[in-house]
């Protein structure tokens, strides 16, 4: 008799019991896990409007602090600004070759000075492309007579009609001379302001006035300044008179000069254009010569840096606001905590975590840090923006500085407010059940 082969059992009962195994985990699992953030956020709000002026008073620090650093990064930036804009008046695309020292040993063993010529500066035009503007610059002392006996001690510097764009010289009254005027060897002279005002009271006044030089009359046809105060550190001085290079010649009777001044077209071909003039004026002179190109660029870059240190720990140092307003947050929450024990003990009785404690607690420090930042940041942009807005003057503005106010008002909070947070968290539920 054959017997029945029995049936296999049903697989469906393992995956059921995974199933069943798997859900219990998940429900464990959320015992002990937060409560949705959107909650937390909630009673954050409640929290601070359950004590108003206290919150405001600590996040009046936070305002202070973060609108301080956004307002110290804008002076910086305009001192940085006014600075860099005062230097690139000199010329920030200005080449000025200089004459270092050695000699040329003549007849008899004469030496002397090995100074650079108009035909280098010629020579320099010739093959540096780029260059928009030049001048030789000759120097000369002279004694000027104004006729009754009136006599002046004075510097006179010959220079070619492009000296002012080189240059960037102010024409207070008058003109410049002109190609016209060089091509013409005219007897005309620009006075430099102070030396203007000491011989006739005032720029307007010096103006086709006549003045003396070696016997040979000229004619004033213009008062000039330079656009920044280079206090003394330039070729000109509080006597200087300017004539043509063309005429400059006949009173020293050489065509040496003391200077030659160039200006490039781009201030980033500034620096390979002073090398590479040094080296064409080198190779027509002794090799011993020594001869030097002062730039702007050095000089500006260094200015940056400097002002970009001052802001930086200005900026620092407003940081220390935002410290003690840690501090005073802190405290707060701490208060915060106290005046809430009993709370805190019904929300653990109902099962509360510790993790959701002090999940609470560090949010409302977060969000109070934050608040008063956020309104700092506003008030610390809209004083400068304001001021752009309202008169001429263009502050700038480092949108930067306000992402970086908000980012530490942040951290602060998370910082100082971890403490509190954690001492809540740490709290026996059944004592503070006893808390009154």
Not at 4 to 33: H, M, Q, W, Y
Not at 338 to 367: D, P, W
Request: charged share 15%; net charge neutral; hydrophobic share 45%.
């Amino acid at each position: 008799m054959a017997t029945a082969t029995p049936p296999k059992p049903a697989a469906a009962p393992e995956p059921a019991v995974k199933l069943g195994r798997t859900s219990f985990d998940l429900t464990l699992a959320s015992a002990t896990s937060t409560i949705a953030f959107r909650e937390t956020v909630h009673l954050a709000i409640d929290s601070f409007r359950a004590s108003k002026v206290r919150f405001l008073l600590t996040m009046l620090g936070m305002v202070i602090g973060s609108a301080s650093i956004i307002l110290v990064t804008t002076l910086g930036l305009t001192g940085k600004q006014y600075a860099l804009e005062q230097l690139a008046s000199i010329g920030p695309n200005k080449i000025e070759m200089q004459y270092g020292g050695g000699n040329v040993i003549g007849p008899d063993n004469t030496s002397s000075p090995d100074n650079m010529t108009r035909e280098d500066m010629d020579a320099v035009l010739n093959q540096v492309p780029g260059i928009i503007a030049s001048s030789p610059m000759l120097e000369d002392h002279a004694v000027i007579s104004m006729g009754g006996g009136i006599t002046k001690d004075t510097m006179l510097l010959g220079v070619s009609p492009q000296y002012k764009e080189v240059r960037n010289l102010k024409i207070v009254a008058g003109r410049f001379f002109d190609d016209q005027d060089a091509l013409l060897h005219t007897k005309v002279a620009v006075l430099v302001t102070p030396l203007a005002k000491a011989l006739f009271h005032s720029p307007s006044e010096a103006v086709g006035q006549s003045i003396s030089i070696r016997g040979i009359p000229f004619t004033i046809i213009g008062v000039f300044e330079e656009s920044f105060d280079t206090f003394g550190f330039s070729e000109i001085s509080e006597q200087t008179i300017l004539i043509p290079y063309e005429v400059a010649r006949y009173f020293t009777g050489t065509d040496k000069v003391k200077e030659i001044f160039f200006t490039m077209k781009d201030s980033a071909n500034v620096e390979p254009a002073s090398r590479q003039i040094t080296d064409i004026i080198r190779s027509r002179h002794r090799p011993t010569s020594i001869y030097n190109a002062v730039i702007l660029t050095g000089m500006i870059r260094i200015a940056g840096n400097i002002a970009d240190g001052l802001t930086l720990v200005l900026g620092l140092a407003s940081l220390v606001t935002l410290i003690v307003s840690g501090v005073g947050i802190m405290n707060s929450m701490y208060a915060n905590v106290s005046a809430r024990t009993r709370e805190i003990g019904i929300r653990k009785a109902l099962g509360a975590t510790s993790r959701e404690i002090r999940l609470q607690f560090l949010t409302e420090a977060v969000f109070l840090s934050l608040a008063g930042g956020f309104v700092g940041t506003l008030v610390g942009l809209a004083i400068p923006l304001s001021v752009g807005f309202l008169t001429p003057f263009q502050l700038p503005v480092s949108y930067w500085s306000a992402v970086i106010a908000l980012l530490t008002c942040v951290a602060v909070g998370v910082f100082f407010g971890m403490l509190p947070a954690i001492r809540a968290a740490a709290l026996d539920p059944v004592e503070t059940l006893k808390y009154e």
